[in-house]
Structures are given as C-alpha cells and as structure tokens.
Nanobody, 122 residues
Framework: QVQLVESGGGLVQAGGSLRLSCAASGSILSINTMGWYRQAPGKQRELVAAITSLGSTNYLDSVKGRFTISRDNAKNTVYLQMNSLKPEDTAVYYC????????????????WGQGTQVTVSS
C-alpha cells in the first residue's frame, strides 16, 4: 500500500506564509512527479505546482513568484512554500504523486493525499 500524508495547512492572514509537506510511504519502487493541487468551494481542482524526479518544476500562473515547490527524494517528501498569501489562495490543497509501487508487474499509478485546508483571511 502507498500513502501520501500531508501536513502544514491552517489559517493565516493575507501576506503571510505557510509551508505544506507531503510524505509518501509504503512499498515504493520509484517516484516520478510530485505535486500540489487545490480545490476551492464551487471550483474545479487545479494544479498549483509540480516537480519531477530531476527537479523540473511548473507552476500555476497566479502563484508564480510566491510559491516554491521542492522535494527531498531521500525522504519521498514534497514541500510547498507559500509566501505572500492572498484570500484567493484559500482552498483544500491535495498532494499528488505519480509513482511505481514495488510490485509485479511494476507500473506507474497516480496517488492522492487526503487534503489539507488552507484559509487566508483578508
């Protein structure tokens, strides 16, 4: 079994910062991409940031310059440093990973965390 466990959400005032963490655990052979999505009430889930195993990143336009994604491959952990937060960043943030389990046959699958609430007050 594979689990993605998130932490670091909470309530912060506009202009503040939060750091999200997501650790993947279980029978993992390799991890390709890790990333963060978010979903605000009444809106579709959207990709916030993603990072490949080689460190290539991509970001949602509205968070560029404010959010930074990073990963620790030795710990199977991805981080999202969120600075200059705005009320429109309020959402449930979900960790996402495409990884290959230690299983036969070995094939890549997508996994999701349970979500962590980020609320930015004005």
């Amino acid at each position: 079994q594979v689990q993605l466990v998130e932490s670091g959400g909470g309530l912060v005032q506009a202009g503040g910062s939060l750091r999200l963490s997501c650790a993947a655990s279980g029978s993992i052979l390799s991890i390709n991409t890790m990333g963060w999505y978010r979903q605000a009430p009444g809106k579709q889930r959207e990709l916030v940031a993603a990072i490949t195993s080689l460190g290539s990143t991509n970001y949602l336009d509205s968070v560029k310059g404010r959010f930074t994604i990073s990963r620790d491959n030795a710990k199977n952990t991805v981080y999202l440093q969120m600075n200059s937060l705005k009320p429109e960043d309020t959402a449930v943030y979900y960790c996402n990973s495409r990884l290959t389990r230690l299983a036969i046959p070995a094939r890549e699958s997508e996994y999701w965390g349970q979500g962590t609430q980020v609320t930015v007050s004005s």
